[in-house]
């Protein structure tokens, strides 16, 4: 059993898992200042029970989203000592400033957000929803930051340190503002934004077909699908610009996205298809020239394949090529989704069509799918690099740790995360059946007058 191996499948479990939940705390958050903004603006009390209610599925999510990030930074000194000694100063400093800025201010305000519906007054809850959606934000700032350097490293230099080498900070902000770090933040925030509007989008669209909080969903559908639809298309700008720095930084990673083997002559655009890595072609349908033309705008101009770049440093070509195609068809997937849906709400026929509310309901998994997948082309296509062109991934590992240690956490891993996983979806389907409701009464009437009512009794 390879170390090196079993100990990427390890933080990729942990990584993957996380994942999950800080999307859905990125984009949830933008969502509640939506929802709380409209409640303040036009006082109606529906709006104030949709923010109450979502607030509680944001806790949730916020919650398990920090049991599972814990587990990531231990593996930084357990598994990968040489990489977490050589990157240190660098992501010591940006995760710092993660805790400082952005975990202090999204957990500081989360008390008020949570328990001070009563206890303070509505601008001043709304100003903590606004506070704690930041905090959100700014923790993907840093973290992505942080990862962009291991892309693009910048504002650094290497010293001698404990008989090896690690890179110290030079300029700060260098390394901050290093070559992929704003396009790919851009990317991961629509990715988020897309997370939580479509999760807001398939509990509205559930509680329509159910024909219960019937006003509540259908303001969720109407807020989710705004939302998704601009953050959707604004993730094709973002995707292009991203890809424009692969291909100025990363070109041994553009060319295993895009199977592109021949240095010579126009590059096509594969659509789809499948990468014989053995003998360097790609096989399906492309665009011939569409490579060059995207990287360009010269249909003729070369770009650069992956004969021109030595086997052993190759990342893997077939996984990067699939987890870049998938995502690309699921971001094209959720643009026709929620263009449709507004279509429909415009034509005052959504509400009552049943298939399409079925589709919204299960198209919470595509952003997730999509977010996974875009990481995994990420990092994969890095490959064979933890710190690109300056150390390999097979350098990085700790030297002391043994393959059957690391086997065996993994099988923890996996069945705590597994727990952890079931009773996420537990609390999550009790929360979206009890609705949102208020002193304990648990029946909730279809009719939004009455729900009003009731708010307005409560």
Known sequence: MDPVLLSRIQFTLTISFHYLFPVFSIGLGLLLVIMEGLYLKTKDPMYHRMTHFWVSIFALIFGIGVATGIVMEFQFGTNWSNYARFVGDVFGSALAAEGLFAFFLESGFLAILVFGWDKVSPRMHFLSTVMVALGAHFSAVWIVVANSWQQTPRGFHIVDFMGGQRAEITDFWAMV????????????????????????????????????HVDIGKAGLKIGLSVALVASLLQLVSGHQSALVVAEHQPAKLAAMEGHYESDGPAPLHLLGWVDEKNGRTIGPAIPGGLSFLVSGNPNQPVMGLDAIKQSDRPPVNITFQSFHLMVMIGMALIAISAVGLIEWKRGKLFENKPLLWILVFSVILPQLANQLGWATAEVGRQPWVVYGLMRTADGISPVV??????????????????LFLLFIYLL???IKKGPVFGGDDTVHADPSLNRGREILS
């Open 402 to 419: 043994q393959a059957e240690e690391i086997l065996a956490s993994i099988i923890m891993f996996t069945a705590v995360y597994l727990l």
């Open 177 to 212: 503002f290093n070559p992929s770090s704003m396009e790919r933040l851009g990317h991961v925030i629509l990715g988020a934004w897309l997370a939580g509007a479509f999760l807001v989008i398939s509990v509205s669209a559930f509680y329509l077909i159910k024909n219960k």
């Open 429 to 431: 389907d009790h929360k």
